[in-house]
């Protein structure tokens, strides 16, 4: 028997060992996608000092696992091997629910997650007892269940989403009042003034509110702190600003990045000091729990059946050890998981002051949202008086760009705005960590971000919309986060319950099994990335430099529409619909980028200089012929799909002889054009544009051929329909090919060197 529940403490050590990892690749961008957004300071400067962080948060957050043993429910109303059961479903669940949000690409929070599977899995276990009661009954559910401290956290996690979203606005707002975007031209007093807020702000949460749990923080200088508040913050405030003021004058240090450095510190403390609780809170609750019957089972021979938990109501520390331990592992996973450092794109891009191409679709609640905000502004500016909008205004212009420095190179978003998300944000959680509440760092992070953006008049008319619908798919992603958590755990804690030691090896199995398949997954995906196959934007800024600079695209349209084309009619030939089903794939992905690439014209346009037109021109009627190129293949593959995935019948064996021969003829164009740009041998395209009759008439044969058989023999209308829209396809497909060559034949020039913006000087 005792040997049953130390093989549940080893599967739970495990769990939290793995939870830890996958939690911390997932929440990475809480405390990174400020320092990196803003390009303030170098990666590996931003990575060392949030490890530092991450190491002092995980040693201060020992009283936030008391959420774990007793936040929830009420651990004296169950018996030790029902609170194991609950542990177990609980770290069980969280394994393989967040295994199902990666595969399907949700949004998720491990708080969340935590908070509603503890209490799925609690409630479960409580209606199984009040039913093996006669004298209980479903009203009696709140005597199991800590209805208060449960609804505490469930709101606080709930509103922390609004109120982070509405401070990040305030403050961004009054700071670009303060400072505008051109803050680098005030006066050193305005930043040191900024930095003094910031650093008070974020020293009195961190070190007095949310350190103050920490065993090495003195007790006598957090009574002072508490019981005179204001002298604390006047007194941190004149110092920290006359400190500042010091250093940018004497120094010439940029202020503005201090704050983000100290600021990437100070989100990073409070991320794991509230956050570690989700990886670990359980596993430490149920190793106090075997420790208490333990002790009575040596002593008394208790049986687990008979030993109730009014033990986790105390108040236990964690051992220093484990927590030290938890941040080694975070600190570890923090440096070398591939995914935590490619997790900062959606938080970054939503809250980029440029546009960029949006990564969620606009829906009927985000466009009324934006339409009624709108009016709302309309309305409020006509209240307004004119001379507060004209200062307002002068204060929110943004600087002109240096059209030498490519977008990419551009950060994010500046050095203020970086600062405010990594203030607001970090003293947020520090005082739910220091009221013991559990929040979502990723929501709060999240919609401080969006919050800050907002005011700083980022979300203009293009980007509005997308925007609102990107907040509303996280808000969205919190509701079904805690609503799957709350049913998976209430099943798999029957499970376990009613299945005994047989459940809980099958599941823990289980868990085992996805977990190393998500991980082969992750890195052969990793391996597949192949950066040659994905379109590269053009920087260019003359003809001949376009020409060179897009030849790769071209190479790679042709590559994959070769490729996209070939199974297509392979599909067809032997009715497989999974090969048909990858190709549409394939080919929507392709049409996307192309799609992208179209998107940046106009900031391709907005790099050249006016002897440039010819540039534009070009590049214009390229991305055209891209696109004509990839509608065909888009219908042929959309087409071939639909016609087998409706299990028509089949093609006849001559048309899909006369198909291949037709796919053959491509292969060939193809196979010469991908040679001759790859080469950059622009002088063999007018050879490949001779056969442009001869590939024309093959194409024009083959139909006249199904004219004739649908005259005397064909049958069937589909497979008619099918065949005229492939071969009629063809022809624009190559039609296009042909138009786009000639384009490249026209405008090449090999005694022009191709010129390219030079930007060696800037770095």
């Given at each position: 028997m005792e040997n049953l529940y130390l093989y549940m403490l080893a599967a739970l050590a495990f769990l939290a060992i793995a939870d830890l990892v996958v939690g911390v690749s997932n929440d990475a961008v809480n405390f990174l996608n400020s320092?990196?957004?803003?390009?303030?300071?170098?990666?590996?400067?931003?990575?060392i000092v949030a490890s530092i962080g991450v190491a002092v948060g995980a040693m201060t957050s020992s009283g936030m696992m008391e959420v774990a043993r007793k936040g929830i429910f009420n651990p004296g109303e169950f018996m030790f091997d029902e609170i194991m059961v609950i542990f177990m479903a609980v770290?069980?669940?969280?394994?393989?629910?967040?295994?199902?949000f990666n595969t399907l690409g949700l949004p998720t929070s491990t708080t969340v997650s935590i908070v509603f599977e503890l209490l799925g899995a609690s409630v479960a276990l409580s209606v199984i007892k009040i039913y093996g009661d006669a004298n209980q009954t479903l009203l009696d559910l709140g005597n199991y269940i800590n209805n208060s401290k449960a609804i505490e956290i469930i709101l606080g996690i709930l509103l922390s989403v609004v109120v982070a979203f509405t401070i990040g606005a305030i403050v961004q707002y009054l700071s670009r009042i303060l400072l505008s975007f051109k803050f680098q031209e005030k006066p050193a007093w305005y930043g040191a003034i900024f930095s003094g807020i910031a650093l008070s702000a974020i020293m009195y949460f961190i070190l007095i509110k949310g350190l103050k749990n920490a065993t090495f923080i003195s007790s006598d200088i957090l009574e002072f702190a508490n019981t005179n508040l204001y002298a604390t913050l006047g007194i941190s405030f004149i110092f920290w600003t006359l400190l500042s003021l010091a250093i940018t004058v004497l120094l010439k240090v940029n202020i503005y990045k201090l704050i983000i450095i100290v600021g990437t510190f100070a989100l990073a403390v409070a991320f794991a000091g509230n956050d570690l609780v989700n990886f670990i809170g359980v596993p430490i609750a149920a190793f106090n729990s075997y420790e208490s019957w333990h002790e009575a089972y040596l002593a008394f021979g208790t049986l687990p059946s008979e030993f109730g938990m009014q033990s986790l109501a105390q108040k236990v520390p964690t051992q220093p050890y484990l927590l030290l331990l938890a941040g080694v592992v975070m600190v570890l996973t923090l440096w070398f998981s591939s995914k935590a450092k490619a997790v900062v794109k959606t938080s970054v891009d939503l809250s980029r002051q440029d546009e960029v191409k949006e990564r969620f679709e606009p829906n009927f609640l985000s466009r009324t949202i934006v339409r009624?905000?709108?009016e709302l502004s309309k309305s409020i500016n006509h209240i307004l008086p004119d001379s507060y909008k004209k200062t307002t205004d002068k204060q929110f212009t943004k600087p002109e760009k240096d059209p030498l420095i490519k977008a990419a190179d551009l950060p994010a978003f500046d050095l203020v705005r970086a600062a405010v998300n990594l203030m607001v944000a970090s003293v947020l959680i520090s005082i739910a960590t220091s009221m013991k509440l559990p929040l979502s760092t990723t929501y709060v992070t999240f919609m401080v971000a969006m919050g800050t953006s907002l005011a700083d008049r980022a979300w203009g008319s293009e980007s509005a919309v997308y925007r609102v619908a990107g907040v509303l798919n996280v808000i969205g992603g919190w509701f079904f986060t805690a609503f799957s958590a709350f049913v998976a755990a209430f099943i798999m804690a029957c499970v376990l319950y009613y299945g005994g030691?047989?459940?809980l090896m099958?599941?823990?199995?289980?868990?085992?099994v996805l977990l190393t398949r998500n991980y082969i997954t992750h890195k052969n995906k990793a391996k597949k990335i192949d950066i040659e196959d994905e379109l590269e934007r053009t920087e260019s800024s003359s003809v001949q430099g376009v020409i060179h600079e897009s030849a790769k695209n071209i190479s790679n349209v042709v590559k994959r529409g070769n490729r996209i084309y070939t199974n297509a009619i392979s599909g067809l030939a032997k009715q497989d619909l999974l090969e048909l089903k990858k190709n549409k794939k394939q080919v929507a992905k392709l049409s996307a980028e192309v799609d992208d690439l179209r998107d940046n014209i106009f900031y391709f346009i907005k790099n050249l200089d006016e002897s440039s037109v010819g540039a534009s021109n070009f590049y214009i009627n390229i991305l055209g012929y891209l696109q004509d190129m990839t509608q065909s293949l888009e219908y042929i593959s959309k087409a071939s799909h639909k016609h087998i995935n409706n299990?028509?019948?089949?093609?006849?064996?001559?048309?899909?002889k006369e198909l291949k021969e037709v796919d053959d003829v491509l292969e060939v164009l193809f196979t010469d054009i991908k040679s001759a740009f790859d080469s950059r041998s622009f002088e063999q395209i007018g050879t490949i544009l001779t056969q442009r009759n001869t590939n024309f008439d093959l194409v024009t044969s083959k139909i006249a051929k199904q004219v004739e058989r649908t005259r005397t023999e064909e049958s069937s209308p589909k497979n008619t329909t099918l065949y005229f829209g492939l071969l009629l396809e063809t022809k624009d497909l190559i039609n296009a090919t042909m138009n786009l060559l000639q384009e490249y034949h026209n405008s090449h020039d090999s005694s022009v060197e191709p010129a390219t913006i030079n930007t060696e000087e800037e770095e």
């Open positions: 320092a990196i957004g803003s390009k303030a300071v170098s990666f590996k400067t931003i990575m770290m069980l669940t969280d394994i393989l629910l967040l295994d199902f009624y905000t709108i030691g047989f459940a099958g599941l823990f199995i289980l868990a085992i299990n028509h019948k089949k093609l006849k064996f001559s048309q899909i």
